[in-house]
């Protein structure tokens, strides 16, 4: 298993742990956002690493080339000397350093096709994290809309069971009102008819209440008669000061 497969399989045992705990799972979409992106700086860190060995085995190249160069030089010269030794010498000088030349050129070599390799995984990973940022962000979205939508459901479906309990309460009020008017309704035909004596003293039986009825009568026809002598008297005396006018 490679670096990437193991790092990837850290994180998503992490995230399923997360989601075992059955903790909000967009806290859950952002650690692995954040353990993505880390993984993307690590990759790009490795590239940066590479890229910093390769340039020293270019430079190491360089120097030996310059030596290579610088030997062959010297070969030629020693032996248009006369001195074949010399040219000998440093042409065995310049057989190692070519040697040198080829086994780091190999490691060049290798470390570009790493590079090579890493480039493209960054830009694979780039393109995969930014497409579960934005698909996070849409999670996230959803999730939001269906947690208020969820709390206002709530919210709706306690008021419906608080307006549910203030309408059997308005019921059974009226209907011990309905009975209270009814009882009392009954209670005033029954002392009406003399069948229940009144205590509160404010009526009296049917014989009280019919001489109420004839003394009330008597007292408006006495002032009736009253009013009528009053008026005819003042009719009377009209009538005579009109009769003795000259």
Do not use: C, H, W
Not at 24 to 30: A, G
Not at 42 to 55: L, S
Not at 109 to 126: G, H, P, R, Y
Not at 222 to 243: C, H, I, P, V, Y
């Amino acid at each position: 298993m490679g670096f990437f497969s193991r790092l990837a399989a850290i994180i998503k045992a992490k995230v399923n742990k997360l989601l075992d705990r059955a903790e909000d799972p967009r806290e859950t979409l952002d650690y692995s956002y954040e353990k993505q992106l880390e993984m993307l700086t690590k990759v790009r860190r490795g590239m940066a690493d590479v890229a910093t060995g390769k340039k020293r085995l270019d430079l190491q190249i360089q120097q030996l080339q310059s030596g290579v160069a610088k030997l062959e030089g010297q070969a030629k010269q020693a032996l248009g000397a006369g001195r074949e030794d010399l040219a000998r010498v440093a042409l065995e000088r310049k057989a190692g350093l070519m040697s040198q030349i080829e086994s780091i050129t190999g490691q060049r070599d290798n470390l570009q096709a790493e590079q090579d390799k890493l480039v493209l995984a960054e830009q694979k990973l780039t393109a995969r994290v930014e497409a579960f940022r934005t698909q996070k962000e849409t999670i996230k979205a959803q999730y939001s809309a269906a947690e208020a939508q969820t709390r206002i459901g709530e919210a709706v479906s306690g008021i419906s069971e608080d307006m549910a309990d203030m309408g059997m309460a308005m019921d059974r009020a009226k209907q011990k009102v309905e009975t209270m008017q009814a009882r009392a309704g009954a209670i005033d035909e029954l002392i009406e008819s003399g069948a229940l004596e009144d205590l509160t003293g404010a009526g009296g039986d049917s014989i009280d209440r019919e001489l109420s009825k004839v003394a009330a009568e008597g007292a408006v026809n006495q002032e009736l008669e009253a009013m009528k002598r009053e008026m005819g008297a003042g009719g009377s005396s009209g009538t005579a000061t009109t009769g003795g006018a000259p």
